[in-house]
Each structure stands twice: as C-alpha cells, then as structure tokens.
C-alpha cells in the first residue's frame, strides 16, 4: 500500500505543477503557470479535477516521448467566491498548450458537464492552436469544442480569458463565448504575422495583428483588457458577480448599502441646454445606479455606444445608452454590434435592461453604407424586439427616426418608456427637418437664416419635444432627471416579476440579421 500510496503522490505531484524551468520563463514573460492561474480564480480547496491522468495517444512526429498527464490542460470543477463553476486552464508549458484530441475532449467535456450542472465556464487560454502532429484528430477535437460551445449558448454564461497566444483555430472557441478578456501579453489571430507575410506580403507584429489592444478598440473581439494575468482573474471575479449560474436562475442580488430611493439634483447639469453639445452618459449612469456598480463591456470599441452591467437597490440590471461624446452618439456598424449582442445575452441570462437614449440617428454616408450598415443596424431592431425580459427606455435628449425606433422604443416593445423634459422626439432633427419642410420659403426669404430660427422653434415647440410622443402613450411619463433612480427602482420591482403576455408563434428559431 505504502508503494502504491507513494506512486500515487508522484504522479499527484506531477500534474499540480509545471517545471521550475518552464515556470521560470512563463515569469519572464509576465505570465502565470497554469496552476498559479487557477490558484488566484478559484476558492481555496474547491477544485476537483477531471480527466487528470489523461495523455494523447498519438504515434509519431516523436509524440511517444512527449507525453504530460493531463495533455496540456487543467480542467474541473470549483468555486469562485462561493459560487460553483466549471473551469479549463491551458499549459503552455506541454507543446505550446495546443489542441490535441484528447486536450480537446476534456475541454469539450468541461463544457458539457457545466450545462448538465447549470454553472458557468470559465477557460483560461494559452494555446499554439491545432496540435500540428495529431493531424485531423486535432481539428475534430475542435469541432467537438465548437460544437459544445454553441450546445451552451445562452444556458450558461461563458467566459474566456486569453493569456497568451490564441492562434489558428483556438480563436473560435472564445469567439462563441459571452465574454473575451485579454491581457496585453497575448494575442488572437487566424494565421500569424508569417502566413500573413508569406501570403499577402503584409508585414505586421503580432501586437498590430491581433494584440489585446486592437481587439478591444477596433476588431470588438475582445471586451476585457487587462494588463496581465492577475488583472484578468480580477475581472472574471467582477463579471461573474454579476452573472447567473444559467439561464433559468435570475442574476444574483447583492445588497449594495446605496438607497434605491434616493434622488440626484444633479442629474439636472448633465443634459447641456444647447442641444448640439455633446456630453458623457456615463455622468447619468454612474448617479442613477448603485454607487461603483457600473462594469463597462467593449469600453474600448464603439465608444459612441456605452453597454455594461450595474445594480438598482442590488438588483443586477444591463444598461446601454448612446454616447453624445463620440460621433454625438449616432449609430453605426460597430455599435449596432455592441449594442445587439449585449441585449440578446441580457435577454437569454433574465437581466432587465435600462436604455439611455441621446441619438441624432444613424450614421450617414458609403464607408457605412457599403458595409452593411442596414444589415447590422436591424441587429439591434432585432435584439430588443426578440428579448422579453424587463425593458425600460429612458430618453434623455435627441431620439431620431430609425434610431429612436431601434433603440428599445415601445414600439418594439419596451414595458415603459420615459422621457426627460429634454428629450426631442422626431423624424428627425430640427435643422434638417425644415430644411425639406420649409424649403420654398426658405428659398423665398430675404433672410433666410433668421426665418430658419423661427421655423427650427416652431418645429421644437409642436413636434420634436416629450409631449407629442406622451400624448399618444409612446412615452409613459416624462420624468425630472432627479427622479430617475428612485422611479426606475420602483418599476424595476414590479418588472421584475414580468411575464410576456402572448405566447409567441412557435417556430424552431428565428433568422436574425448577421
Ligand atoms: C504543436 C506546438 C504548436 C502547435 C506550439 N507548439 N504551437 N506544437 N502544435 N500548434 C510547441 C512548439 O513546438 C514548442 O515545443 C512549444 O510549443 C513552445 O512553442 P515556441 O514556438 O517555442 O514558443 P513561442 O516562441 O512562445 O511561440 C508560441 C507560438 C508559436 C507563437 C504559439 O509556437 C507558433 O506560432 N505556433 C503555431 C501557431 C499556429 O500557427 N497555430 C495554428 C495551427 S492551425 P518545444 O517542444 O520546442 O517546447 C490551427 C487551425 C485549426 O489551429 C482550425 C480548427 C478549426
């Protein structure tokens, strides 16, 4: 027994650790060991292993000899903060971490054993992609990962954090996850630097072709950066507090000390009187939620639209708002995007979602046009239409034509709209508006500028302005910004119960825009 107990503890002992040497470089690098990563993710002692002995059994290429237990990936089940999650954490140090068939099965299995469980999975990657000499087996160990992901969607929340090299087909994993988080020492990319070179002639670093820097500004791949491996377990801890273990859980309460009914005069400096001055939303985000509650998603990509989590008296709501300070909060391709894919996992993960509406319409001319701008902005059509959680929509200042449409008007079924006193509703804006209206007489006029001011308040005072829309039931109520928390809390807690009314045709799925 004593032999057996000793052998036992030595393969143990191999598997909890990576060489001194191998340690040593991932250090150098500023990266963590793969069991140095899970140590900081998960609760002391919480972790059960799975498939722990588990070797490749490729012949070849001298894979006899490079055998690891585990082949290459920690996997199992533990607690983060007290809440249960499935977890897979890829070791660079066995064959640059990449996807052999049985590396593949684990991380397939993880996933399926977190949707049997109803609890999230987190994977922590650090791969060279496809293992390149087990060949096909590789690539259909991929596709069983893929596959699982998609079995996953929207039944428990996914969240990835790349921590080193994510190259080939290791980037499609995380792309069909809810969440990327990328530290500024990996990188994503379909082919690297040399194919790209060897290809196109193109050359490039691999920070230039897909650092964390470019996926979060302007690919959207990412949603997370952070500056190293410590600072991503940080942000997976804050996302998952916010997150349910699955779709049939509500997200989680969490008391927050800030009175849900407290007002903020100073909601009231925010909106400036002239209407063309931009301004940030996230001054009225961050005073009508729970102090320090608001996580910012894609902070760095579509900064003319502003999505992320935050609490209302604890309750964890999604909150999108155009963004006045960027592009005066228009709408384009790549915050059609943001905007739509958020609301479709707040709606499949039973977040209720606070609009914020400042958009003078969406973004004109053949850069946008040409790539799809009508496709992509029927996202967002889509996305609030389809979603049947608690949809509130406030207006703060310019809702225009197709825009005040998309985003989350009643007429797409919004439970409550409410408007500022502020808030210009029309087909579009003043300026314009009179131009093709009054464009005879504005044509005529002696003085054409000063007629314009008359007919651009003519139009503001009996057209674009809350009253009209509230007249009709578009808006419920026009609100002072001061009372903005407190009312929406109060909805909040009659929403919250909120069932969809009428069942919905049934169909296999619907076939949204993409
Ligand atoms: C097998 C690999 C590997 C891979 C790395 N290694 N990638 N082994 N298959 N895909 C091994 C290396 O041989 C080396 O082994 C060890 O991992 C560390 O790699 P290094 O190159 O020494 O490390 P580094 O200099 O840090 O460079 C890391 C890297 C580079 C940038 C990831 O290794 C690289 O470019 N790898 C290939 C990336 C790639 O093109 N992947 C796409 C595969 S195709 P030793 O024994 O020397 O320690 C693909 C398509 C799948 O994924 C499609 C599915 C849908």
Redesign the pocket.
């Known amino acids: 027994m004593d032999r057996k107990i000793g052998e036992l503890l030595e393969k143990r002992r191999l598997t909890d650790s990576v060489s001194e040497e191998a340690a040593r470089k991932l250090r150098e690098q500023g990266r963590l060991t793969v069991h140095e990563r899970l140590g900081l993710l998960l609760d002391p002692d919480s972790f059960v292993p799975l498939g722990r002995y588990v070797q490749h059994r490729a012949v070849g290429f001298g894979m006899e000899s490079?055998k690891a237990y585990g082949d290459g990936v920690v996997a199992g089940l533990g607690s983060v903060d007290g809440r249960r999650v499935a977890v897979y954490a890829q070791d660079?140090t066995f064959?640059?971490g990449?996807v052999g068939e049985m590396h593949a099965s684990k991380i397939a299995r993880i996933i399926e054993l977190a949707v049997k469980l109803g609890i999230p999975v987190i994977g922590l990657n650090d791969s060279?992609?496809?293992?390149?000499?087990e060949g096909v087996d590789?690539?259909k160990g991929?596709?069983e990962i893929f596959y699982r992901n998609v079995m996953a969607s929207g039944v428990v929340p996914q969240v990835v954090a790349i921590m080193g090299?994510c190259?080939?087909?290791?980037v499609?994993s995380p792309a069909l996850a809810d969440f990327i988080i990328m530290t500024r020492k990996s990188y994503m990319f379909i082919?690297?630097p040399k194919?790209v070179k060897a290809s196109i002639g193109e050359e490039i670093t691999p920070e230039e072709l897909g650092g964390a820097g470019v996926h979060a500004s302007r690919s959207g791949v990412a949603h997370f950066v952070a500056e190293d491996d410590r600072e991503a377990i940080t942000i997976i801890k804050r996302l998952l507090s916010y997150l349910p273990s699955n779709n049939t859980e509500d997200p989680p309460l969490v008391e927050t000390g800030d009175d849900p009914l407290r007002e903020d005069p100073s909601l009231e400096d925010i909106v400036p009187d002239d209407p063309v001055k931009p301004y940030d939303v996230r001054e009225v985000i961050l005073r009508v939620f729970d102090e320090g509650s608001f996580l910012e998603v894609h902070q760095h990509f579509a900064q003319n639209a502003v999505v992320g989590f935050a609490r209302l008296g604890g309750h964890a709501v999604c909150v999108v708002a155009n963004q006045p300070a960027v592009m005066a909060g228009s709408l384009d391709i790549d915050s059609s995007d943001k905007i739509s894919r958020f609301v479709q996992f707040c709606d499949a993960f039973n977040f209720p979602i606070v609009t914020f509406v400042d958009v003078p319409g969406f973004l004109p001319g053949s850069y946008q046009e040409h790539h799809g701008v009508i496709r992509h902005g029927a996202k967002i059509i889509y996305a609030y239409a389809d979603a049947t959680v608690p949809k509130i929509t406030v207006i703060l200042r310019k809702a225009y034509g197709g825009a005040y449409i998309a985003m989350g008007s009643k007429h797409l079924g919004a439970d409550f709209a409410l408007a500022w006193p502020t808030a210009e509703i029309a087909v579009m804006g003043p300026e314009g508006a009179i131009e093709i209206i009054y464009k005879k007489e504005l044509e005529k006029a002696e003085n054409p500028e000063e007629m314009a001011k008359v007919f651009v308040e003519k139009y503001r005072s009996e057209i674009a302005n809350p009253y009209v829309p509230a007249s009709r039931g578009y808006v419920d109520d026009v609100i002072l910004p001061r009372e903005t928390r407190p009312y929406l809390y109060r909805l909040l807690l009659f929403l919250l119960d909120k069932r969809e009314k009428q069942p919905r045709p049934p169909r296999k799925h619907g076939v949204p825009p993409v």
């Open positions: 490079k660079f064959m640059g990449s060279g992609g496809a293992r390149i000499q590789s690539l991929y596709g090299p190259a080939g087909g290791a499609y082919t690297g194919v």
